[in-house]
């Protein structure tokens, strides 16, 4: 594994990405500077712990209230406190504005890019803007909520599922030693959902558009979105379907900072599909990621098993519409989908098996994610586990199924994987350990001494394995 090195040597460097504009340039280069020290970890679980969820609950707790400040109580779930309450009834009237302004928005948005009568460019991007504003705004009016984050406000709102409840979905899963009880959960559907495209508009990188499809999982059942940015003037580009982490939801907040756009320079059609319970997908009364914790661990099990099937269908439609190579990849969460949606391609008809994959800040072992993450802490103890019956051995019987438990249906060459030495969400042992066991070779595995939230940072500044990925993905396509 190289060690914060900038990367192997290039036998051909890929084409050199366009600048960004001014403002996104500076935005990258404080975060690339400022926030890829280590420190920046400790202080992001701090703030997740004392700010982020806590607010989140109570955002999420006004989306079920709509106004009535009693109702909001109840929804948190947290005690009344009466003298607050004219300050949470300007509060919620506030969120509400906001809500309104950002649905009425969505619905126009989804007329423009979906509708049936075509609308100019112009139009497309003034809505487009106005649908990032507004569900920016939307999102942000968690800081009306401030002055009720206190120890009493749960983090998450737990509903956590029975061994019997899970049982009565996926105790099929479990199936023999090979795994063969899993198979009907990760099937590639057949036949495949249709998937609507919609008109695009010009970006920086070349063209960005939307998919939409219904999602194949009987447990989801909802409409599934992806975003697409596709470079310009390149003919069968090479496609990555890229999965976000947990609670992130790009297309929903301005300014974060993330990879995609590096990858869409460095001239990939990237493929983001919104993750079950995110942005569009969230569920009322909830904030988005919430319920992959929060119904342990059923949340968990319907939230990987379901996004492997979409992948499969995002695979199809990969294939039918470009001769490139196609591979997965993710940060985080949509890591850990994107290991785990390879390991069951190999039951998949051949032309939806990856070609490649691109792994960052992940791990090998999700139950320890679960279980004992530094991430899982800030949910859940032991003890709410522990109530609804389950036992650590009980628990990993399902998570284990979570995880690969095969040699990979692809050379180890095409895997590229990043990890962070002080990572304590995603274990970093764990995740050196499965490279290990797939043989990927010294050259494509990238450590640097950051944890899980640095790592992101640093990639910033340090592209070099987003460009050995290049690399690897040129070499696929000219073979």
Same mark, same amino acid.
């Given at each position: 594994?190289?060690?914060?090195?900038?990367?192997?040597?290039?036998?051909?460097?890929?084409?050199?990405?366009?600048?960004?504009?001014?403002?996104?340039?500076?935005?990258?280069?404080?975060?690339?500077?400022?926030?890829?020290?280590?420190?920046?970890?400790?202080?992001?679980?701090?703030?997740?712990?004392?700010?982020?969820?806590?607010?989140?609950?109570?955002?999420?707790?006004?989306?079920?209230?709509?106004?009535?400040?009693?109702?909001?109580?109840?929804?948190?779930?947290?005690?009344?406190?009466?003298?607050?309450?004219?300050?949470?009834?300007?509060?919620?009237?506030?969120?509400?504005?906001?809500?309104?302004?950002?649905?009425?928005?969505?619905?126009?948005?989804?007329?423009?890019?979906?509708?049936?009568?075509?609308?100019?460019?112009?139009?497309?991007?003034?809505?487009?803007?106005?649908?990032? +504003?507004?569900?920016?705004?939307?999102?942000?009016?968690?800081?009306?909520?401030?002055?009720?984050?206190?120890?009493?406000?749960?983090?998450?709102?737990?509903?956590?599922?029975?061994?019997?409840?899970?049982?009565?979905?996926?105790?099929?899963?479990?199936?023999?030693?090979?795994?063969?009880?899993?198979?009907?959960?990760?099937?590639?559907?057949?036949?495949?959902?249709?998937?609507?495209?919609?008109?695009?508009?010009?970006?920086?990188?070349?063209?960005?558009?939307?998919?939409?499809?219904?999602?194949?999982?009987?447990?989801?059942?909802?409409?599934?979105?992806?975003?697409?940015?596709?470079?310009?003037?390149?003919?069968?580009?090479?496609?990555?379907?890229?999965?976000?982490?947990?609670?992130?939801?790009?297309?929903?907040?301005?300014?974060?900072?993330?990879?995609?756009?590096?990858?869409?320079?460095?001239?990939?059609?990237?493929?983001?599909?919104?993750?079950?319970?995110?942005?569009?997908?969230?569920?009322?009364?909830?904030?988005?990621?919430?319920?992959?914790?929060? +119904?342990?661990?059923?949340?968990?099990?319907?939230?990987?098993?379901?996004?492997?099937?979409?992948?499969?269908?995002?695979?199809?439609?990969?294939?039918?519409?470009?001769?490139?190579?196609?591979?997965?990849?993710?940060?985080?969460?949509?890591?850990?989908?994107?290991?785990?949606?390879?390991?069951?391609?190999?039951?998949?008809?051949?032309?939806?098996?990856?070609?490649?994959?691109?792994?960052?800040?992940?791990?090998?072992?999700?139950?320890?994610?679960?279980?004992?993450?530094?991430?899982?802490?800030?949910?859940?103890?032991?003890?709410?586990?522990?109530?609804?019956?389950?036992?650590?051995?009980?628990?990993?019987?399902?998570?284990?199924?979570?995880?690969?438990?095969?040699?990979?249906?692809?050379?180890?060459?095409?895997?590229?994987?990043?990890?962070?030495?002080?990572?304590?969400?995603?274990?970093?042992? +764990?995740?050196?350990?499965?490279?290990?066991?797939?043989?990927?070779?010294?050259?494509?595995?990238?450590?640097?001494?950051?944890?899980?939230?640095?790592?992101?940072?640093?990639?910033?500044?340090?592209?070099?394995?987003?460009?050995?990925?290049?690399?690897?993905?040129?070499?696929?396509?000219?073979?």
């Amino acid at each position: 594994m190289q060690d914060d090195a900038a990367g192997p040597k290039m036998t051909e460097a890929p084409a050199a990405p366009q600048p960004y504009p001014l403002d996104e340039r500076a935005l990258r280069a404080v975060a690339g500077t400022a926030l890829s020290n280590p420190f920046f970890d400790g202080a992001a679980l701090f703030a997740l712990r004392h700010w982020f969820f806590p607010v989140s609950r109570l955002w999420a707790a006004a989306r079920e209230a709509h106004g009535d400040p009693q109702r909001f109580y109840d929804a948190v779930p947290m005690p009344p406190r009466f003298e607050d309450r004219g300050r949470l009834t300007k509060a919620l009237a506030a969120f509400e504005q906001a809500r309104a302004a950002a649905n009425a928005i969505e619905a126009e948005w989804d007329r423009v890019f979906f509708g049936p009568k075509d609308v100019n460019e112009s139009e497309r991007q003034a809505v487009e803007a106005a649908r990032r +504003s507004l569900r920016h705004a939307y999102n942000a009016t968690r800081r009306h909520f401030r002055f009720l984050v206190n120890r009493q406000v749960p983090r998450v709102k737990l509903a956590i599922a029975t061994p019997a409840e899970v049982e009565a979905v996926y105790a099929a899963a479990l199936g023999d030693g090979v795994r063969d009880g899993i198979v009907a959960f990760t099937a590639a559907p057949d036949p495949a959902p249709d998937v609507e495209v919609s008109r695009a508009i010009i970006s920086p990188t070349g063209r960005d558009f939307w998919l939409r499809f219904k999602s194949p999982s009987a447990r989801l059942g909802d409409m599934v979105y992806a975003r697409v940015h596709e470079p310009a003037g390149v003919a069968n580009p090479p496609t990555i379907i890229f999965g976000h982490g947990i609670c992130v939801e790009f297309d929903h907040w301005r300014g974060l900072i993330d990879e995609c756009h590096a990858l869409a320079r460095l001239g990939f059609r990237v493929i983001r599909p919104e993750a079950p319970w995110h942005g569009r997908r969230n569920r009322p009364g909830q904030f988005g990621g919430e319920n992959i914790i929060a +119904s342990f661990p059923l949340g968990t099990l319907d939230t990987l098993f379901g996004a492997v099937q979409e992948w499969a269908v995002l695979a199809a439609w990969a294939r039918a519409t470009s001769k490139g190579p196609m591979a997965f990849g993710g940060s985080s969460l949509g890591a850990m989908t994107s290991q785990f949606a390879a390991d069951r391609a190999a039951d998949w008809p051949a032309p939806l098996r990856p070609d490649a994959l691109l792994l960052l800040t992940h791990t090998g072992d999700l139950s320890d994610v679960v279980l004992k993450g530094a991430l899982a802490e800030l949910w859940m103890s032991p003890a709410d586990v522990k109530a609804k019956g389950w036992t650590e051995d009980t628990a990993r019987d399902y998570l284990s199924l979570l995880q690969p438990a095969r040699p990979l249906s692809l050379p180890a060459s095409r895997i590229v994987s990043v990890l962070g030495r002080r990572d304590a969400v995603l274990p970093f042992e +764990s995740g050196r350990q499965l490279v290990e066991s797939w043989c990927v070779p010294e050259h494509n595995c990238f450590v640097f001494d950051r944890g899980h939230f640095s790592v992101p940072m640093t990639l910033v500044r340090n592209d070099a394995p987003l460009k050995r990925f290049a690399e690897v993905m040129a070499a696929i396509q000219s073979a």
